[in-house]
Each structure stands twice: as C-alpha cells, then as structure tokens.
C-alpha cells in the first residue's frame, strides 16, 4: 500500500520550476478583527471572490496509477476511473496550483455533513453585524435599542467592550450564552432579561466542532431571514422555485466557488434538508425534523452514486472537485477576517462524531487542518485544507460504501480517532514525501 518514495522523488524532479512548490507562511489564525472599510454584506449576487488565480500546472503523471493500484480497480466497474470502490478524491498544491491525484473527482456522491463547512462560510460573508466587532455595521446594530430590549447596559461602552473581547476568538462562540448570563443586566437588584443578540454564534459553532443538524438548518434560515438585502433574481434561479433558504445557500455556493453548468445540466447541491434519522445509545433509529423543513432547490436534483444503482435516486450530491473549489476559493479570500475566522472554526478538533479521517490523520502527522466531515450510513466524505510543514493542500474525499478505500487513504483509527497501528494511509505517504529536498 505504500507510496515508494524513490518514485516520487522521481517524479516530483521531473516538474518544470514553475510548478514547483513555494515556501510559504503559516497559516495566521489571530483573533477576529474586520478591517472598517470593508462594504456591507448585501446578497448572494455579489459574493463570489474575485481574485482566484487559475490553475497554472497540469496533473503530474504517475500519481494516479500508483493511488488505483493501492485501491483497487475492477474493468466491470462503473466509474470512470474502474475502482473498486465507489470513491471520489480530489488533492491538490496551493503552494505550486498544481494537482496531484484526481480519481473520479467528478462523480457526484453524497456530501452529508460536509455541507457545513461552506455553509459556516456562508454565515460569515453575509452576516458581518453579528460578529465582525470592528465594522460599522456591527456598532449600528450594538447600539440598536430596540435589538437590545431597550436596556441601556446593552449598549454602553462598559459592556461593549467586554463583548468585543469575547466576539474576538471565536473558540468562545459555543458559550455567547453564558457571557450573556454572566454579563446580564439587573433591574432593582432582580435579574433582568439576557442580551440574546448573539446566540447565533452558538449555532454556527456547534454546526461545525458538533457536526449539530439542527444549528445548521437554524443558521440556514438565520441567513436567509436577517442577512440578505435581496435575494437571488437570476433568470436561472427563478426556475428552481421560490426563493428559500436553500436555494440561496446553493446559489451562493456555486458563486463563491466559482462553479459553472451548461445550459441543461442538472445541477447538484442540498436539494432539501427535512428530516435526519439518527440512532440512539440503544441502537433505535430515531427522526428529527429540520429547522428547514419543506424547503427545496428544484434545480439540485443531480443525483449521487449509490454502488451502480439507479433505482434509489438520492440529491444532496457534490462531486469532490466542487468541495475542492469551495475550499481553493476559501484559501485564496480577500477577505482575510473571514478567512480567520472560518479557519479558526474550522480547525476545532473536539472529540465526537465531527472528528473525521483528516483531522484523524493530521493530529497523526502533526499536521494542522481546515476541515469538515461528513458521515451517514455508508457516506464518508471529508475536505478541507492541511497545512503541513508549511506547504499548503487541499484534500477532497466522498465516498459510499468504501471504508477499506477510505482507510487506505487515511490510515485506520479507532472510536475516539486514535491510530490503529503504524501503518501509514496513502495520503500521508503522498504529502510527507512530496516535501523530499528538491
């Protein structure tokens, strides 16, 4: 299973000096601070980054070859790419722009709580005034009597400036409520009623370092309810239905990570977000109805790989070259507040079912990681950026029914995402070599 590192050194010798990798900073993740000439969040419309760079590199041949061996690959498959498995990867240089294993990047599976990650990145461009302390749109709605239950506590300078301290490093996010608790205001010695302005950022954190379902529906329609001047006109869009908080979500997504369909094409995305079933410590299946229920996007109804079958359709699907796009254009933000703050989230590494195989691997390699995961059933995906070293990737995988293709991608870990053995996954083999002198 192992990467010979002779070859890659022979390969990675073989690369032209443009695409060769770069040294590189790491990776700053200071606490929250938004620059105060920075325009107002208005609509979904207007918030693709402008300044992503195109790709400047082809792939690097022999990479692939030597990942399908280690996989595994069955001609009757029916995957481009004839693995065995039914397996997306995507993994790709931000230091040279330079891909490096790409098998069936282009498959659409099902995401299932990967989607959160762009959907924390969603929150944070459109909805400045709740946590960008800096920006005159946040001091407006600080000092909105009437946000603030007409207590004047809540908006004096005293409390402000406790606030801005807390709001700063978003690891506190998950406790607003407790600061609010502490910090509450008293009327003739009784307590009086809590500044829940805030309690947003609870959800948006929990979405992510809890994988929580609910707080994602519920940032979802937070978004879409109290962060869009307008929404979406697209001739495009209005054929997908009425605008919802879905539908924005998506629109948005395929804007900021510069995705594009033609005329026809079935698009992919969260089609819906109803009802998740999950099991209880008993093993009893149980049903939870979303914040979003009964909200659809007519238009993602692309539908994932299932083993071959078509007699189960199933949306919520991206390709791991969408996630790969998300998180390229996350990398290569203007807007570095955002980026921090969505780096500082999105590198929490709290125990529980949100501690997925790349975060698994990094704490493995000493690495650092900008990831979400996903995990449903037989679905495992995960992506984001590992800063390794100070060289930068990003490393996309969606997966259905391919636990040995994950693990030897990965490595294997128990429960609580400890490595089971000393055996190292091909990704690991993959990125620590490509660090070999040039």
Known sequence: MKIKTALLAFMLAALPASCMPVATTELALPTVAVPTDLPPATSTSTSAPTNIPSPTCTSIPGYNDIFLE????????????????????????????????????????????????????????????????????????????????????????????KLVAYLSDVTNWDSIESFSVTNRASVNGEAGLLDQRYFILAQVHNMVTQSNNVAAGLVLNFVYENCLADQSTDPIEQECGSSNAITEFNHWFNEFSHIEYEDGEQRRG????????????????????????????????????????????????????????FYYSLFHMDDETVKAAAMGILKIDEPGIARGYLKNMARKMNAEVMSKNGVSGFVFADAGIMEYQGHFYVISTLSYNAVRSMVALYGQYNTSGDPVGDEKGLLQELIESSLIPR
């Open 270 to 325: 969260l089609y819906s977000f109803d009802i998740v079933t999950s099991i209880d410590e008993n093993g009893y299946a149980y049903d939870t109805r979303m914040p979003t229920y009964g909200l659809v996007d007519n238009c993602a109804v692309r539908n994932a790989f299932l083993d071959c079958s078509s007699d189960f359709p199933s949306r919520k699907a991206w390709t791991a070259r969408d996630l790969f796009k």
């Open 70 to 161: 280690a996989l595994g690959t069955d001609e009757t498959s029916c995957l481009p790419d004839k693995t065995r498995q039914g397996i997306g990867l995507y993994v790709y240089s931000l230091d040279s722009d330079q891909e490096l294993v790409s098998i069936n990047a282009d498959v659409p599976f099902l995401f299932a709580s990967a989607f959160k990650g762009p959907v924390l990145v969603y929150f944070l461009k459109s909805c400045k005034k709740y946590w960008g302390t800096t920006i005159p749109e946040w001091n407006g709605y600080f000092q909105d009597m009437d946000a603030a239950n007409n207590i004047d506590l809540y908006s004096s300078e005293e409390y402000k400036d």
